[in-house]
C-alpha cells in the first residue's frame, strides 16, 4: 500500500522506526478530520471483521477500537474474557486460530501476559494489534499521548515529558518512553521508589522521587493511575502518602509552567493521583487524549489492515 | 569387549594415558575373552558419566517424558547414570513410589536411574517425608526440586534428620517472597519487556541460609542449578571455612543471558532463569576455581503445547540431556578455556560420586563397567528432532557445538552409540 508502512501487526512502540511513528500520526491527521464531519464514516476496511478480542476487562479502549472500526466500516465483534472458550481450558491460540478460521482479518487484543500480542502474530495470518499486553505495552495509547503533544504544542522534539506514578507495572509508561524518546522528549519518571526503580535509566529516561523539583521543569505532565487494586501492600503505604508525596494537587499545580500540558491516560482517581480541579482546569487535555485516541486507532486499523490483505 | 586405543581418563585414580580397557562380565577387567573391539583411538574413554540433576516425569506426567524415554536421552547425551527429582505424581515422597520408580527403572531404562526422595510430604514445605524409610529403599539424597522449603526451621530440621539417616539434602533455593510472581530475571529486560522479575537476591538469600544451617548441622548441603553471582561468591566464602555446602551448574546458566527472553520464547523459560552477564561471569569464575563442582542438566521436559502459550502462563524448564555434554565441552573447555577436560570429566563423575556416595564415576579394576566414549573435537548441530527424549523443549535447536559423546556402555554393554 504504502512503503512507509509494511507491518500486518502492531504489537510495541520499541520496535517502530521514527518514521513509522510519524506516519501513523499523519494518517491520524487525515482520520482526524474525517471525524469533524457530517458524516463520519469512511469504506477503508468495508468487507473487513474485526474481532476485539479483550481477555483483560477495558472499556475505554475496547469502545474506542470498536468505534473506530465501524468509522472505517468493517464489520466488529466482541469477544470477553469471560465470554470466551479461555475460561473453558483453551489454550489462547486454539481461540485464536478459531477466529481465523472464521476469517477474521483483525484480532485487537487486550491480555493481562507480556507479550501475548506476539505470541498470536507470529502464530496468524490477522493483523494483530496490541490493545495493552501485561506491563509491557500499550502503543495505541503511547501513540495517542504523542499525537495530543504534538497537536497541542507543535512539537515533541525538545520538549520535557514527565511520567507521574505507577511506572514499574505500566505498559501505558513503556509505551509512552519508547515513543517519546524516539521523537527526541526528554522524559522524566516521578513516583516511590518502589514503582519507579532505576533500572528505568538504562531506558534513556530521568528518573526523580521529588515531584515539586520537576514540575516547574515540565512541558507535558502525565499522570498514570495509581493501581492499587492490583497492588502489593508492600510497594507503598497507601494512597493518603502517596497523594502528600506524588499527587498533582491544586497547589503543586501553580508551579507548572502556564502552556504546560495535563495528561492521562483514565480511568481517574480523582482526589488521589490528582486533583478535581487540575483535571479539570485549563491545562488538562485528557478529553482531547480520547477524541485523538479514535483518530489514532482508526490510523492504526487503517494500515495494517491494509497489509494483511 | 575391549575399548583400544583410547585415552582414559579416570580421575578418581588420577589416571590420564592412551592405554586399552578391558572389560569382562560387566566389570572393568585385567583382560577380556571376547571378541568385541572398539577402536577408542583419538577418542577419550571415560567413566560413565553422571547427571544428578534430571526430571523423568514418571509417574504421572508421561506425556512429557518416561523413565524409559529420559533414559534413552541420557545415554545419547552420554551418561550411565542419572538422578532423578522426586516432582512426579504422586510426589516420590514414600517408599512405595519409590520402589515403583526403581521397578520402572529397572524393566525399562538402559541406563542407571537414582531416585531421590522428597524432604517434605507432598513436597508442600510443611512437615517431614519419612526421610528414614526412603533411605532404607535406597534413595541417594532428599530434595523438595522445583520447591524450596521456606520455613528455616523445618529446613534445619530436615538436614539433622538427614544427617542421622546419611543422605545429602539437596536444594533448589528460591526464597518465595523475594521472588514472587518473577518469571525472567529482574533487571534490564525485565524492566523493557514488562515481564516480573525474580531477583537474584532471591536465590542468594537461601544460599546464604543454607550455608548457616550446614554450619549449625554440619551436614552437607548441595545448592542446585546456581544462577547469580552472589550465590557463586557466598558457596566460595563458606567452602573456603570448610562448609558441607556445594554448587551446581547447569548449561543454561553458562550458555545463555536474560537478553534471550526478549522475544518471548518460552524454550528460555527456566527456573531460576537465565542471569545477567555479570552472573554468568561469576559462574564460570566458580567453575573455574572449584567453587561449583557438579555439573547437571536439569533436564525438564515438557510437552509442546504446555510451552506454546503465554509467557508468564508456561511452565519452567527445558530439556538438556542430549546437549549439556556438548554445551560445557564447548563452553568450558573450548571456548572460555575455563577448565580442561580432565576436570570436566571429574565434575560427572568422581564429584556427583562422592556427594551421592555413589558406587560408580571411575574405571578402577573391578569397577561396575559403566563408560563414556568421547569426542571432545567433534563438531555437530544439536537438532531437537533427533532427540531421544519425549519433549522438545530445548533453546539450543540449531547450535554447532564442538565436543560429545559418541558411545555409551552401561554394565559393559553399549546401549548407545552415535549413527
Known sequence: MNERWTRKDLLGLRELSIDEINFILETADAFKQVGAREIKKVPALRGKTLVNFFVEPSTRTRTSFELAAFRLSADVINITASGSSLTKGETLKDTAKNLEALHADILVLRHSSAGAP????????????????????????????????????????????????????????RSNIFCLTKLGARVTLVGPSTLVPRDFEKLGVTVSHKIDNVLPDADVVNLLR?????QRKEYFPGTG????????????????????????????????????????????????QVTNGLAVRMAVLYLCGGIAT | MIIRDGRVIDPANGRDEVVDLAIAEGRIAEKSNDAEVIDASGLIVAPGLIDMHVHLREPGFSHKETIASGARAAAAGGFTTIVCMPNTSPAADNPATIAWIKDRAAESACVNVLPTGAISKNIAGEELAPIGSLGDVGVVAITDDGKCIQNHELMRRAVEYARMVGLPVLDHCQDYNLAGNGVVNEGYWSTLLGLPGWPAAGEEAIVARNILLAELCDHHIHCQHVSAAGSVRLIREARSRGVKISGEVCPHHIALTDEAIQNFDTNYKMNPPLRSQKDVDAILEGIADGTLSILASDHAPHAAFEKEVEFDQAPFGIVGLETELGLFIDLLVHKHRKIDIVRLIEMFTVEPAKLLKLDAGTLSLGAKADATLIDPELEWTAKIDNFQSNSRNSPFDGWKLKGRAVRTIVNGKTVWQLA
Open chain 1, 226 to 230: 495509581i493501581q492499587h487494586e492490583r
Open chain 1, 118 to 173: 506476539q505470541f498470536l502474530a507470529e502464530r496468524l495470518k490477522s493483523s494483530v494489534i496490541n490493545a495493552g499486553d501485561g506491563a509491557h505495552e500499550h502503543p495505541t495509547q503511547g501513540l495517542l499521548d504523542a499525537y495530543t503533544i504534538r497537536e497541542k504544542r507543535g512539537k515533541i522534539d525538545n520538549l520535557h515529558v514527565v511520567i507521574i506514578g505507577d511506572i514499574l507495572f505500566s505498559r501505558v509508561a
Open chain 1, 241 to 288: 502518602e502517596y497523594t502528600r508525596l506524588f499527587g498533582l494537587t491544586k497547589a503543586r499545580a501553580k508551579m507548572l509552567k502556564p502552556d504546560c500540558l495535563v495528561m492521562h491516560p483514565g480511568p481517574i482517581n480523582r482526589g488521589v493521583e490528582i486533583d478535581s480541579e487540575v483535571a479539570d482546569g485549563s491545562r488538562s487535555v485528557i478529553l482531547d
